[in-house]
C-alpha cells in the first residue's frame, strides 16, 4: 500500500512516500480502507520532535489519526462491524497513523458513518470533534443558559465546540478574526470577538466555562472574565494552578481519549443536523500535497478541517 511517513523529525520536507506492506489484524481489530483522513496539529507537532517525550515513538513513522474508509476485513472476536461497512474513527495513536490507504483500528473504537455523511465529512470529525466533546462534557454539566468563551472558534476543535455548546442550550461566545465572523454567527455562536481589535478579557466577564485552544496571554486572561468557581479547560497547554487559584475558578489540561461510543453520539448529532463538520481545504493523497497540508495547519489560520482524499 501507499503511505506517507516519517524517517526523522524535523521540517515538512521529511514527509516521504513509500510503497509499504498492508498492516495485519488484531483479533479484536478490522482493516479498513481508508478514503480520507486529516490534518491536526498533533500530526506536525509529532513531526517536528514536540512530543517526543510524551509520545516516543520508532521510526518510520506514518502520522495522521483520524479514519474515514470502509471495511474490507475484521478480525476473529469483531461482532459490530462487518465487511462492506462505512466507518470512521480517531484510533490509538501509534505510529502506523492514516496517511496510508489502509489502516488497521481497534473495532471499539470505530463508528458507523450516517448514510448522508461524506468521507471527507467522516475524516474532519473524529478528533477534533471528541476533543470538544470530551471538554465540554467531562469536567462540567453545562447548564442551559450558561454563558461559554471558546477561543479560536473557527479552528477545527473551536467550530465543533461552538455546534456541541450551542446544543446544549449555552450562550456561546467566542473569539476569532473578524473575517470568520459570519461564518461562526452561522454554526450558532451568539458574540464573535475579533480578537485583533478587541480584548475579551476587558467586555466579559460571569463566564461559567473557557475551551481554550490559544494558550499563553489568552489562557491567563480568561481567568479574569470566569465567574467565581468556573472551570477553564485547555488543549495546549497545562494551566497553572496558582494563577487558577488565586482567580477562584478551576482549571484543566485535556489530552483526547479515543472512544467509539462518543463518536456514534456525535454521529447522531449529525444525522438530527445539530452538527455539521465543516471541511475548509481538502489535498490529495500524495508526498507534495501532504507538505502544503502541514504548512496550512502550522500557520493556524485553517478555516475549519484541513482533509486529505485519499481514494476519490
Known amino acids: 500500500m501507499k503511505a506517507i511517513m516519517i524517517d526523522n523529525y524535523g ?12 498492516p495485519s489484524l488484531k483479533e479484536s481489530q478490522v482493516l479498513v480502507e481508508l478514503h480520507a483522513t486529516s490534518i491536526n496539529p498533533i500530526d506536525w507537532k509529532v513531526r517536528e520532535g514536540y512530543l517526543k517525550e510524551m509520545l516516543p515513538f520508532d521510526f518510520p513513522i506514518i502520522l495522521g489519526w483520524d479514519a474515514a474508509g470502509v471495511v474490507i476485513e475484521t478480525g476473529s472476536r469483531v461482532t459490530d462491524f462487518k465487511v462492506g461497512d462505512r466507518v470512521f474513527s480517531r484510533p490509538d495513536t501509534t505510529r502506523e497513523g492514516t496517511y496510508a490507504e489502509y489502516a488497521a483500528v481497534d473495532a471499539h473504537l470505530l463508528a458507523h458513518m450516517p448514510e448522508k455523511m461524506s468521507f471527507e465529512e467522516a475524516a474532519a470529525i473524529p478528533l477534533a470533534g471528541l476533543t470538544a466533546w470530551q471538554c465540554l462534557t ?18 477545527g476543535v473551536g467550530n465543533f465546540a461552538i ?19 459570519d461564518f461562526l454567527y452561522s454554526l450558532g455562536a451568539d458574540k464573535v470577538i475579533d480578537y485583533k481589535n478587541e480584548d475579551f478579557s476587558e467586555t466579559l466577564s460571569d463566564v461559567d466555562f473557557v475551551l481554550d485552544a490559544v494558550g499563553g496571554e489568552v489562557q491567563s486572561k480568561s481567568y479574569h472574565v470566569l465567574k467565581q468557581d468556573g472551570l477553564l479547560v485547555s488543549i495546549v497547554e497545562p494551566p497553572s494552578e496558582d494563577e487558577a487559584g488565586k482567580h477562584h475558578v478551576h482549571a484543566h489540561f485535556h489530552w483526547l481519549e479515543p472512544d467509539g461510543d462518543q463518536l456514534q453520539k456525535l454521529a447522531g448529532l449529525y444525522e438530527q443536523d445539530k452538527v455539521k463538520p465543516v471541511v475548509g481545504t481538502t489535498f490529495d493523497f500524495n508526498e507534495e500535497s501532504l507538505q502544503e497540508a502541514h504548512a496550512l495547519s502550522e500557520s ?10 485519499i481514494k476519490k
Open 163 to 181: 455546534q456541541i455548546a450551542k446544543n446544549m442550550g449555552a450562550y456561546v461566545t467566542t473569539t476569532a478574526s473578524g473575517k470568520n465572523a
Open 11 to 22: 521540517s515538512r520536507q521529511e514527509l516521504k512516500e513509500r510503497e509499504i506492506d498492508t
Open 138 to 155: 467531562e469536567f462540567k454539566s453545562i447548564k442551559e443558559g450558561d454563558h461559554v468563551l471558546i477561543h479560536a472558534g473557527a479552528g
Open 300 to 309: 493556524t489560520h485553517a478555516r475549519g478541517k484541513i482533509v486529505i482524499q
